[in-house]
C-alpha cells in the first residue's frame, strides 16, 4: 500500500504551488502526478509517487552510497587477501 | 527503471548478507514494520539469506489489513446506496466485511469505482454533481497526504457531494503498542522509508531511547532490505540502539514539510481501532473540525455502527511475532487470501497471504 514509484519528471504545468502538475516517466509509462509537495523539483529530476502524488525528490547522490560501500568494502577483502 | 533494478542486482545482495553473517554472532528479533518490506523479504527469499539466529517478524504496516472490520462495514453500507458513487485504491476491494466485500457491491450493482488518486475521486464528484462520491480513505503517513489534499481540494472548490470515509494510522504509536506490551519479542527495527518519506524519523528517537531499540529507516528492494539489516545487526551487535537512515536517497530528517503541513491543516489525531491489533490511542488520523462535513459517517449517520472481530484468527499474535503464519491450524486450509479470516491474510502485504503466496511452511 504504501508502494511509491521512483520516475523522471518529464515536463510541468501549472504555477500554483498547490495545483502544480508533472508529467513522470516511470521507465516508459508516463502518468501525471502532483507535484504540491515537491516545490523544488524541476523537470529531469527523479521523484517518487504514491497514490497520484510525488511525495519526496530522489537525492542521486545518496543513491550511489550504498555502491560505494561495497566497492570499498570489495576492495579492503582483496587487500587483505594479498596480504602483507 | 532508474533507482530501482541496482537495487536489486544478486551479487551485491549476496555481499552484503555475507557481511551480515560475518558479524551476527547472537540470536535477534528484527521486525520489519511495513507490509510492503514484508512482501519483499518473502518474495525474493531475503530471510533465507540471513544467518539462522536472525528472526525477522513481520509487523502490522499493512493498512489494508489493520483497517477495521467496522470501517469496511461502513464502507460496504454506503456502497450499496443508490445515488452514491464509492471510490477507493482497488486493494481495498476484495477485503471482507461481516457478510461481504465491495467487489460484490459492485456485482450487485453498486457503482463502486478502482481510482489511482484520491484526487480523481474529487474529478468524479465534480463531474457528477447529482450524485454523492465517497471516498474510502485508508492508509499510512505515506497515503494521508494524498487524501488531505483531496478533503483541502473539495474544500476550496465548494462540493457539497464528496465526502471520505477515513480510517488513516499512524506508524509510531503501533510501535509504541507493541513495544510496551509483556509479551514483546522485538529487539529491533526496520523504519518503513515512505512512511518516513512524509514523516522524516524525528519521531523515533523518543522510542529508540525509551526501548533501547535501534530503529533503521529502510527502503524497499533487497539491497535496501538487506543494508537495513546489516546497519541493524551492527547497532545490536555493538550495543547501540539508535536511529539511522539506510534510505537516505529519499527520506530526509525532517520529512515532506509541505505534506506535513497539509496534514496539520485537515486531520487531527484520533484513538484508532486496528484489525488484530485492538484500539491504540492516538494511533489514527481523522478530520478536525473545519472539515469535518466531508466526514462520510457524519454525512451517512454511521457514527455509531460497531462490529467485533472474530475470534478464530490468530493475527494479533503473528502482528506481535508469537507467532508465524503456519503455526495458526486455519492457515491455507480454512482461511486463505479468497476467504480470509482476518487481517494478515487479507492484502497481499499482510504476513500470512505472503506466506500463502509464496508457499513457505517454515
Given amino acids: 500500500m504504501c508502494l511509491a514509484i521512483p520516475g523522471k519528471i518529464e515536463s510541468i504545468t501549472g504555477d500554483d504551488p498547490l495545483s502544480r502538475m508533472g508529467r513522470i516517466n516511470f521507465g516508459g509509462i508516463v502518468k501525471e502526478a502532483s507535484l504540491a509537495y ?8 527523479y521523484v517518487i509517487v504514491h497514490a497520484g502524488f510525488a511525495l519526496s525528490r530522489v537525492d542521486e547522490d545518496e543513491a550511489q552510497k550504498v555502491f560505494e560501500y561495497l566497492k570499498q568494502m570489495e576492495e579492503l577483502d582483496d587487500l587483505k587477501e594479498a596480504g602483507p | 527503471m532508474k533507482f530501482l533494478d541496482e537495487y536489486r542486482d544478486g551479487e551485491l545482495a549476496h555481499q552484503l548478507a555475507r557481511e551480515i553473517h560475518r558479524i551476527t554472532t547472537r540470536p535477534w528479533n528484527i521486525m520489519e514494520v511495513c507490509g510492503g518490506q514484508t512482501h519483499a523479504i518473502v518474495k525474493f527469499g531475503i530471510d533465507e539469506l540471513l544467518p539462522k539466529n536472525i528472526t525477522l517478524i513481520h509487523g502490522p504496516g499493512c493498512p489494508v489489513c489493520v483497517t477495521p472490520l467496522e470501517v469496511i462495514d461502513k464502507a460496504l453500507e454506503i456502497a450499496a446506496r443508490p445515488n452514491v458513487i464509492f471510490t477507493s485504491f482497488g486493494d481495498m476491494l476484495r477485503v471482507p466485511g461481516s457478510t461481504t466485500d465491495l467487489l460484490s457491491v459492485k456485482a450487485g450493482g453498486g457503482d463502486v469505482r478502482i481510482v489511482y488518486s484520491p484526487l480523481d475521486a474529487v474529478k468524479l464528484a465534480e463531474q457528477n454533481p447529482s450524485k454523492e462520491v465517497v471516498f474510502l480513505g485508508v492508509g499510512f503517513e505515506t ?11 473539495a474544500a476550496q472548490k465548494g462540493l457539497k457531494n464528496f465526502s471520505m470515509l477515513i480510517s488513516h494510522v499512524l506508524v509510531p504509536p503501533a510501535i509504541e503498542a507493541l513495544m510496551s506490551s509483556p509479551n514483546c519479542r522485538v529487539q529491533a527495527f526496520l ?13 523515533y528517537f523518543p522510542l529508540a531511547a525509551k526501548y533501547h531499540v535501534p530503529i533503521v529507516v529502510t527502503g524497499f528492494e533487497p539491497m535496501d532490505i538487506l543494508q537495513g539489516l546489516l546497519m541493524t545487526v551492527q547497532q545490536l551487535e555493538s550495543g547501540r540502539a539508535e536511529v539511522e537512515n539506510q534510505y537516505s536517497r529519499s527520506v530526509r530528517r525532517e520529512g515532506n514539510q509541505p505534506a506535513q503541513e497539509l496534514m496539520r491543516k485537515v486531520f487531527k489525531v484520533v484513538p484508532r481501532k486496528w484489525r488484530g491489533l485492538g484500539e491504540i490511542p492516538q494511533s489514527g488520523l481523522g478530520l478536525n473540525e473545519a472539515y469535518s462535513a466531508f466526514d462520510a459517517e457524519k454525512r451517512f449517520g454511521l457514527t455509531d455502527h460497531h462490529v467485533e472481530e472474530p475470534t478464530e484468527c490468530i493475527a494479533g499474535l503473528v502482528l506481535q511475532g508469537l507467532k508465524k503464519p503456519h503455526e495458526c491450524p486455519a492457515f491455507g486450509t480454512r482461511c486463505t487470501p479468497e476467504h480470509p479470516f482476518g487481517a494478515t491474510m487479507v492484502s497481499s502485504e499482510g504476513a500470512c497471504a505472503a506466506y500463502y503466496r509464496y508457499r513457505r511452511n517454515n
Fill in chain 1, 38 to 45: 515537491v516545490p523544488e523539483a524541476k523537470v529531469g529530476n
Fill in chain 2, 143 to 153: 497515503t494521508a497526504p494524498a487524501t488531505g489534499m483531496a478533503v483541502f481540494q
Fill in chain 2, 191 to 203: 523504519a518503513a522509508g515512505h512512511v518516513c518519506a512524509v514523516m522524516g524519523y524525528e519521531e
